[in-house]
């Protein structure tokens, strides 16, 4: 079965500190990445695309196929960033099971 | 530009009962996903409608149907409920019928079976 692997349930981090989420895939021909997240009392959305190489709020992301990685990272989180942060990949539309990042001040 | 709406909000079904819920894609979109969360998991794909066709199915039996209608709004039924059907269920639209696309999805409706 084609897996989207976060391997942790919650993050707590303070402010100002660096912060990465990890996500694993399982490999399938041309993967494509996403990470979605959900701000609280909000819907899902997207947060960012592997193919769209930018920064989000201060998030990346690379794609390291030879480890079938997309790890999140973010250098100095924000309180506005605590939040559930899902990873996804273009098969099926598969979801990871999601991250709860707490950013305490 | 108007976004996903799903109706209705919440629900409570009795086991073995039929449920119908429903998507309102946002506009310019042409794709429909469904999919079910138990709490504290992910999202788990359902399937996704594509031209008024179903476009790919995730690992549910056949009592979980759906429907696209011309204007791409879109119906999830249930039969047989089961208890373990109680989820959040959302909805997601989508151009272009392909899975590389970036989702767009609704509040969901929160289904409790009994």
């Known amino acids: 079965a084609q897996r989207v692997t976060q391997p942790e349930k919650l993050l707590s981090v303070f402010k100002g500190a660096p912060v990465e989420l990890k996500c694993n895939y399982s490999y399938s021909g041309s993967p494509e990445l996403f990470w979605y997240v959900q701000y609280s009392r909000q819907r899902l959305q997207l947060l960012l695309r592997h193919i769209s190489r930018e920064s989000i709020k201060g998030f990346t992301a690379d794609l390291n196929k030879g480890e079938t990685s997309f790890h999140l990272k973010k250098p100095f989180a924000q309180e506005e960033d605590s939040a559930m942060y899902y990873c996804?990949?273009?098969?099926?539309?598969?979801f990871g099971a999601g991250t709860t990042v707490t950013v305490r001040a | 530009e108007t976004g996903v709406t799903q109706s209705p909000t919440h629900l409570i079904k009795t086991r073995g009962q039929q449920v119908t819920l429903r998507c309102s894609s946002q506009s310019g979109h042409n794709t429909v996903s469904w999919y079910q969360q138990a709490l504290g998991q992910g999202p788990q794909f359902i399937f996704q409608y594509y031209r008024e066709e179903e476009n790919g199915r995730g690992n549910f039996p056949p009592r979980f149907s759906g429907l696209q209608f011309p204007n791409y709004s879109s119906e999830l039924n249930v039969n047989a409920l089961e208890l373990d059907d109680s989820a959040l269920y959302l909805c997601?639209?989508?151009?272009?019928?392909?899975?590389?696309?970036?989702?767009?999805f609704g509040n969901g409706t929160r289904l409790t079976v009994t």
């Open positions: 997601a639209s989508s151009w272009g019928g392909s899975y590389n696309s970036p989702l767009h």
């Open positions: 996804a990949r273009n098969y099926k539309l598969s």
